[in-house]
């Protein structure tokens, strides 16, 4: 059924003060929040456990001046990370909405490490695309169901409700207000929940493809690797409320998912000193603009696909991450000492292989602009087939400061909040934006001060 808006009914099956639609980083830690300042709080969640976007991520939170930095002597604040921000996205974002996430994100990673006791600590062995200080910040095995379940188990331990197999479909309103909504449940019934606050976080629409070939039409063609939840209902109901949309061109792609096996390899294969090649052996672009982009220029390769190649240096590198080992185990990643070999376990050109990672320089500028300042590919050498994907929109609902939904005319719906892709995010207007963490980022901030309202 398509989400629809419509005026409440004579009476709800339950009524909640705050309700969330969405259990996924942003709808727990906006549960978490609510909670905390005396809110009544219910989630519902339309699967059967709590996993969104968030349990298909990394669970890499980028925040700047947290304990844990400090700890680490990093140095680094939110007028830098902003400014970072900004500068991947051209100075396309809300500077208002930059500063907000830039200056709350600390607050919120120092939040949940000491008062839920998440154990994050700050991913300091490599650098990310775009990140001028290594600020993000993951659980133990760098994964993002670990992210999800350890949220889970704080709702859960503040006893908060979490109902699942409940798909929002209508948005109950009036008045300039949010009164409810109905939620269809597996039987295909129908419940009623009236609500005095309402917090969307129901992320994007990846999963809506009609909507993708609308507004992002240049990655209609690559592999869905987000949440197929993600069905857009916070932008179909925009028009009912007549909230302000921006930015629907915006998405995170990735141009590093193992192919066929569909896991996502870790772009530190690539800012540690590896390198794309397509069926030729070939490079074929400036790996070091960012994984996002990443999707597109794979795509555009023959048979959309391409190959990491990277070093056992590497590998180790990337073994703390929970989906490089599984891509391990599961034979996705060769290993070979020479190029040759490699190659041919590939399907490569050996010679042109050869020739393409002895032509790296050892430092400075290489033919496509990229600047290489890491040690020389060396043996064992390893590789990866790899494509191009979607991961997730970040364009959505403008909100504002409290990240309530702004209508048209800029005005805040009082009682309506969003968060995480379901609002628009600070990734400019298209891929290239994409600074990495900025979906987490938005989840994680937005949440936080929906929540607390």
């Known amino acids: 059924m398509i989400p629809r808006v419509e005026p409440p009914p004579e009476a709800f099956d339950v009524e909640v003060e705050t309700l969330i639609i969405g259990a996924g980083a942003c709808g727990l830690i906006a549960a978490l929040s609510a909670d905390e300042v005396g809110q009544e709080v219910l989630v519902i969640e339309a699967d059967a456990t709590p996993s969104g976007s968030t349990a298909l991520s990394a669970g890499l939170i980028p925040a700047a001046g947290t304990e844990l930095q400090s ?4 140095t680094d ?26 200056l709350n994100a600390g607050q919120v990673i120092d939040w949940l490490t000491t008062t839920h006791g998440l154990p994050f600590s700050v991913v300091d062995d490599f650098d990310y695309p775009g990140h001028s200080r290594r600020r993000m910040h993951g659980l133990p095995t760098r994964s993002g169901l670990e992210l999800i379940d350890a949220l889970r188990s704080a709702t859960e331990k503040a006893g908060i409700d979490i109902v699942c197999q ?7 309103f009036t008045d300039g207000k949010v009164c409810g909504i109905a939620a269809r449940r597996p039987d295909d019934g129908e419940e009623r929940i009236g609500c005095k606050r309402l917090i969307l976080a129901c992320n994007g629409f990846g999963g809506n493809r009609a909507l993708v070939a609308q507004h992002i039409p240049d990655i209609e063609t690559g592999i869905w690797f987000g949440h197929d939840g993600n069905r857009g209902e916070a932008i179909l109901w925009a028009d009912g409320v007549g909230a302000k949309l921006d930015h629907l061109g915006a998405y995170q792609g990735h141009g590093n998912v193992a192919h066929p096996h569909g896991i996502l390899i870790t772009w530190a294969t690539i800012s540690e000193g590896g390198v794309q090649v397509n069926c030729a052996g070939r490079r074929f672009w400036n790996e070091a603009q960012g994984y996002s982009e990443a999707a597109r220029a794979v795509l555009a390769q023959p048979n959309g696909e391409a190959f990491v190649i990277f070093d056992g240096r590497i590998a180790k590198i990337a073994r703390q991450f929970e989906d490089f080992k599984r891509a391990e185990a599961q034979g996705a990643i060769k290993s070979a000492e020479t190029l040759e070999a490699l190659a041919n376990m590939l399907d490569l050109p050996p010679g042109n292989l050869r020739q393409t990672i002895e032509d790296l320089p050892s430092q400075g500028l290489d033919q496509f602009g990229r600047h290489f300042e890491t040690p ?10 790899v494509t191009g994907a979607l991961f997730h929109t970040q364009g959505g609902l403008r909100v504002d400061e409290k990240a309530r939904v702004l209508t048209q005319n800029g005005n805040p719906i009082q009682n309506l909040f969003a968060g995480g892709g379901a609002a628009c995010g600070v990734s400019g207007s298209r891929d290239s934006g994409y600074l990495s963490g900025n979906g987490l980022l938005s989840a994680a901030v937005l949440g936080r001060i929906a929540g607390v309202g």
Request: net charge positive; hydrophobic share 45%.
């Open 71 to 74: 700890k680490a002597s990093i």
């Open 77 to 102: 604040s939110p007028a830098i990370f902003a400014a970072d921000i900004q500068a991947k996205a051209k100075g396309e974002n809300h500077q208002t909405l930059v500063n907000l996430l830039a």
């Open 166 to 172: 409940r798909r929002a479909e209508t948005l109950y």
């Open 376 to 385: 020389h590919l060396s043996p064992p050498f390893c590789g990866v087939r």
